[in-house]
């Protein structure tokens, strides 16, 4: 157990709705980091929050936003679904000058 | 920008034999960190290794062993015994050291294992 929690573990929806995917990160770390994987894929990064404040963007589409509130948990929102945006979305947190710890993360599978 | 570069899209090994994945970055920062991270089929990202750029003894983990050359900015993984679960996407990543950094993957070595 890695101690970062994603919910929920698998979500199907259809196209063109609004889902919202959460992470707890393990107690501490300010650091939390949001990536897609599709099938076969690596990772790409979409954004990173630290201690409640964006940090750094990757290729994160204008449908998706994301933000960690002050309790550090972080929210990832994604809007008007396409078949496309199904994929594995994981999350990680790391502490300072340590190593990222990854989530089960979230299969989400767009009809 | 940072990057990070594997050029071995696949690989593959007999059980019980030596592999070396390899792994090169770039990067004009003094102060990181290299990881190599494991993800099985059921695609949980497990961490394998780390190395501190500062350090200049290369990291171990029983089986798994890192390369390290700064000046040449490389970051190779040798698992050594190779056993049939060690079959996987492998991930090499580096992360800006303080506590802010950025966490950046290569594109994966999928790694197969021969019994």
């Known amino acids: 157990d890695s101690g970062v929690t994603q919910t929920p573990k698998h979500l199907i929806t259809a196209t063109g709705q609004r889902v919202t995917l959460r992470c707890s990160p393990r107690?501490?770390?300010?650091?939390v980091y949001w990536y897609q994987q599709s099938l076969d894929q690596g990772l790409q990064f979409l954004i990173q929050?630290?201690?409640?404040?964006?940090?750094a963007k990757g290729n994160i589409l204008e449908r998706f936003s994301a933000q960690q509130f002050p309790d550090l948990h972080s929210e990832l929102n994604l809007s008007s679904l396409e078949l496309g945006d199904s994929a594995l979305y994981f999350c990680a947190s790391s502490a300072q000058g340590g190593e990222a710890f990854f989530g089960q993360g979230t299969r989400l599978t767009v009809v | 920008a940072q990057t990070v570069t594997q050029s071995q899209p696949e690989m593959s090994v007999q059980e019980a034999e030596t592999v070396t994945l390899s792994c090169t970055y770039d990067t004009s920062e003094s102060d990181y960190y290299l990881f190599w991270y494991k993800q099985p089929p059921s695609r949980q990202m497990i961490l394998v290794i780390r190395?501190?750029?500062?350090?200049?003894q290369n990291a171990t983990e029983n089986r798994f062993s890192v390369n390290f050359q700064k000046a040449a900015k490389s970051f190779s993984l040798k698992i050594s015994d190779s056993q049939l679960g060690d079959a996987a996407m492998y991930f090499c990543?580096?992360?800006?050291?303080?506590?802010?950094?950025?966490?950046?993957f290569g594109k994966g070595t999928k790694l197969s294992v021969k019994p």
């Open positions: 929050y630290y201690n409640g404040e964006e940090r």
């Open positions: 190395q501190e750029a500062y350090k200049q």
């Open positions: 990543a580096y992360r800006s050291g303080g506590s802010q950094g950025n966490l950046i």
């Open positions: 107690s501490g770390d300010l650091s």
